[in-house]
């Protein structure tokens, strides 16, 4: 099997050459961390659409996360096109964090279409940098669609929870690698060398329920479910939610 998918993998570099080409000149991640919120712009639409209700259902439980003042100070890591704020609990105190500045545009948009949430600010960071972000500041964090491009999911983890008040809530919803020795965990490896450079570092054989089972949350809950959009490469979801 790992012959197969060397040759296959090789196969699929001959036949998108000029892609690694332009990654190993340096040209292609400006371009990409151009194009990639109008590709989210689209496929997060999609995505929406097929799964409304078990969002609604997770995210209905924020608002049992309010602190003291009586409104949720959400944090939302790698908050993209903003396409999760439709779904959360009026008065929220949002914090957008996201590495690709190109973002910001979308995210006002997607604010002014969403007047029931209180728009904090925008962080230029990385999940595994949160310093802007003071210990114990978050009643909630959400993350979707996010772990699978960090570069270190035990450095985002340790992050989240850091910011996280005691007791706070972090919300998730990530796709993860195939069962092993499947056909379709192969395709998986054959096609994620090439797929990282289109997704913008997505990687589509991460296993990341380990990282969250390994990160030492108080409760973690979670349940598995079907890829939204056929189509792609990527795998099934895990939803769920974690306290710290």
Avoid at 30 to 37: R, W
Avoid at 184 to 192: G, I, K, N, P
Wanted: glycine share 6%; with cysteine; aromatic share 10%.
């Amino acid at each position: 099997m790992d012959v197969l998918v060397r040759l296959l993998q090789l196969l699929v570099l001959l036949l998108t050459l000029p892609l690694h080409l332009l990654a190993l000149l340096g040209c292609w991640q400006p371009l990409c961390k151009a194009y990639f919120p109008y590709l989210m712009a689209v496929l997060t639409i999609k995505s929406n659409r097929k799964m409304e209700s078990k969002k609604r259902e997770l995210f209905s439980q924020i608002k049992g996360s309010a602190g003291a003042s009586g409104k949720v100070a959400l944090l939302e890591l790698g908050c993209g096109t903003g396409a999760n704020f439709q779904f959360y609990p009026a008065g929220c105190r949002i914090t957008c964090l996201d590495p690709n500045p190109n973002f910001e545009k979308f995210l006002t948009k997607s604010m002014a279409e969403n007047k029931h949430l209180k728009y904090e600010k925008f962080v230029v960071a990385s999940g595994e940098d949160m310093r802007q972000l003071a210990d114990g500041s978050m009643d909630v964090v959400v993350c979707t669609l996010v772990l699978c491009s960090v570069k270190s999911i035990k450095k985002v983890l340790q992050e989240v929870q850091r910011v996280l008040r005691p007791g706070g809530a972090f919300f998730f919803w990530e796709h993860v690698a195939e069962p092993r020795g499947s056909w379709a965990y192969m395709w998986q490896q054959v096609l994620e060398p090439t797929w990282k450079h289109i997704g913008d570092g997505c990687c589509l054989t991460r296993e990341t329920w380990k990282d969250l089972e390994s990160a030492q949350f108080s409760e973690l809950q979670m349940e598995r479910q079907p890829p939204p959009i056929k189509w792609l490469p990527v795998g099934p979801h895990i939803m769920g939610k974690a306290v710290k």
